[in-house]
């Protein structure tokens, strides 16, 4: 059995705001399959003494003083939008998202 | 689609008993950002406290704020909950144009602090209130709409975005569903957001100001029949004052009721308070269901608060503002009643202010509660907003030196809360200090003599109740800028009884 589907697939590029083709979707579909049932292996040897990671270096609490540091100018912050007014950063109108 | 009848509050809460919930965010009063060191300063000019990390520019990485961590324990131990040994940050995506770099760092199923509670009065009874979790986060950018009518998305053509505000930590506080309130639902729902400001404001972590956004609530109700499962919750957003807390959850009590009642269902949705009609309307649709793809960030490392750094943040814990209030009301010699009086019209802090300017418990508790109460009232106003604690101490001196009656005093403080000035000022403008010059009192006197010939008489001959007639003559002739005990005493003197 495929470990994703045509239709996840298609779900998670509508998350993602991706335009993908039908016929991308099917190409899409059988990689990220491959992909997953080589990911899956890892669970084939992972034993119950072996806790999941989700951070390669054994690290905690790396933490910063709440010191104020200059950041950009406005100019700098808007020099790559491709659109802006009044000091904002200008965009496309948001659908549906409230009423 | 079936009408549906309107119920009561009252036939609402017979029929059906209220379960609510409450999700609170806080945003910290920290120098700096969650996980970037621009400033937090409240109203500066668009955009220009910003960085690479806040604006989710390539390659930058965040670091997170001891400080805000720090808050955050803090919050969670005053609040009772365990700190979690082990938390991680995770990644909240969507798209949104608030939040530069699609997702907002957030936590999911490891907050910070789990499992607490907070004990509030309602009706002079003590709730206690569950909390599952109390976790970090950043808050976003602010978006104005163009195109649509005043700011709102509805029709607008293109958005513009400041990011000044995305990335300053931000506390989520959620609560267990409450049940059992009944019809005290609404009032329990406003008692517990007022007591989580005041335990947060103790602890200095925010400023936690509604009217400003640092303290925001979503308020959950669901509605079930008597002996029943619980039914289906809605989510009200935009709930921006104390006030509206209460309105919303007795709105949306009713509109539930009503809905059940002519037998239809209730929809689990997000709606919007509107402070100007009180009542709630259907906001975002839930259909699309909410789908975050929360994972691990990969960018910040696990935080492990060990048991030294907390036990060190819990011995540095204040006293609990219900303790506080407690040590207060022995000390003012207060009853339950009045003291309850003080809490709901939140002057407890005016009056300790006050006080604290050098006024007795009783002569500041009469002024905010009596005068300066009944004027926050009737022009709906704050209390704070009227005048300082400095400004009625100093009232209360010019009292207790002799210069002011308290009649007197009420018309200074008219003055003083139409901004005319400090007491003294108010007073020396409007030439309101007490006639004590004994010269200008006495010829005050001998004319109410002279005029009343009967009256003295009487009084000579012992009547001292008479005398009431030329007391009230002399406060006429000095425009009741005379103590009337003094004047009574010079009368007296003056007729030899």
New interface residues.
């Given amino acids: 059995m495929a470990a994703i589907s045509r239709e996840e697939v298609a779900?998670l590029a509508h998350?993602a705001?991706l335009a993908v083709t039908e016929e991308e979707l099917d190409t899409f579909a059988g990689q990220l399959d491959v992909i997953l049932q080589a990911v899956a292996r890892v669970g084939e040897v992972a034993a119950a003494d072996i806790p999941p990671t989700?951070?390669s270096?054994p690290?905690?609490?790396?933490?910063?003083?709440?010191?104020?540091?200059p950041?950009?100018?406005?100019e700098e912050?808007?020099s790559?939008a491709p659109d802006a007014?009044?000091?904002?950063?200008?965009?496309?109108?948001?659908l549906e998202?409230?009423? | 689609m079936t009408t549906i009848a309107p119920l009561s509050y009252e036939q609402a809460i017979e029929r059906y008993e209220p379960v609510i919930g409450l999700e609170t965010h806080v945003e910290l009063g920290?120098?700096?950002k969650m996980f970037?060191?621009?400033?937090t300063d409240f109203g500066a000019?668009?955009?220009?406290?910003?960085?690479?990390v806040?604006?989710g520019?390539p390659g930058s990485l965040p670091?997170?704020?001891?400080?805000?961590?720090e808050a955050t324990i803090r919050i969670g131990l005053a609040l009772n909950c365990t700190i979690a040994s082990w938390s991680?940050f995770a990644r909240k995506?969507y798209?949104?144009?608030d939040m530069?770099k699609d997702f907002q760092t957030s936590q999911y199923d490891e907050p910070l602090c789990v499992d607490g509670w907070l004990d509030v009065e309602v009706e002079g009874e003590l709730v206690r209130v569950e909390i599952e979790r109390v976790h970090l986060e950043e808050d976003t950018g602010k978006?104005?709409?163009l195109?649509g009518a005043t700011g709102r998305?509805?029709g607008?053509?293109?958005?513009?975005?400041?990011?000044n505000r995305a990335g300053i930590p931000l506390v989520e506080i959620v609560t267990r569903p409450v049940p059992g309130t009944g019809s005290r639902a609404p009032l329990v729902a406003r008692a517990y957001v007022t007591e989580l400001r005041d335990v947060i404001r103790t602890l200095g972590v925010s400023d936690v100001r509604m009217e400003q956004g640092s303290l925001r609530c979503d308020v959950n109700v669901s509605l079930n029949r008597p002996g029943q499962e619980w039914g289906t919750r809605t989510e009200t957003k935009n709930v921006n004052s104390l006030r509206s807390v209460e309105r919303a959850v007795r709105s949306e009590i009713m509109r539930q009721a009503a809905v059940l009642d002519s037998g239809d269902r209730i929809v689990q949705e997000t709606r919007?308070f509107s402070e100007d009609t009180g009542d709630t309307?259907?906001?975002?649709s839930k259909e699309t269901a909410t789908?975050y793809?929360y994972f691990?960030e990969?960018d910040?490392?696990?935080?492990?608060?060990d048991a030294a750094w907390v036990a060190e943040l819990k011995a540095a814990l204040p006293e609990s503002p219900r303790l506080h209030r407690r040590r207060l009301q022995e000390a003012w010699g207060l009853s339950d009643h009045d003291m309850q009086s003080v809490l709901n019209a939140g002057a407890v802090e005016l009056i300790e202010a006050t006080i604290a300017a050098g006024a007795s418990p009783d002569a500041a508790r009469k002024w905010w509660m009596g005068e300066l109460a009944r004027r926050a009232n009737e022009t709906g106003t704050e209390l704070s907003s009227l005048t300082s604690p400095e400004q009625v101490a100093a009232l209360q001196r010019l009292v207790d030196e002799g210069k002011l009656t308290d009649k007197l005093a009420r018309t200074v403080l008219e003055g003083v809360v139409a901004g005319e000035g400090t007491p003294a000022e108010v007073m020396a403008a409007r030439g309101l200090e007490v006639v004590s010059d004994t010269g200008a009192l006495t010829a005050a006197i001998d004319e109410a003599i002279a005029a009343n010939p009967a009256v003295a008489d009487k009084v000579r001959g012992g009547q001292v109740a008479a005398a009431g007639v030329l007391i009230g003559a002399v406060m006429k002739a000095t425009k009741g800028q005379a103590d009337a005990k003094t004047v009574r005493e010079l009368i007296l003197g003056r007729l030899g009884s």
Avoid: K, W
């Fill in positions: 779900h998350l705001r989700s951070h270096v690290l905690t609490n790396v933490l910063r003083e709440d010191v104020v540091r950041g950009l100018t406005r912050a808007l790559g007014e009044d000091g904002r950063f200008r965009v496309p109108r948001i998202e409230e009423s | 920290t120098r700096t970037c060191a621009c400033p000019e668009p955009n220009t406290q910003v960085c690479p806040c604006l520019l670091v997170a704020n001891r400080a805000a961590i991680r995506n798209f949104y144009p530069p978006t104005l709409h195109g998305i509805h607008a053509t293109e958005s513009l975005v400041d990011y919007h309307r259907p906001g975002r789908d793809r691990p990969p910040l490392v696990p935080l492990a608060p």
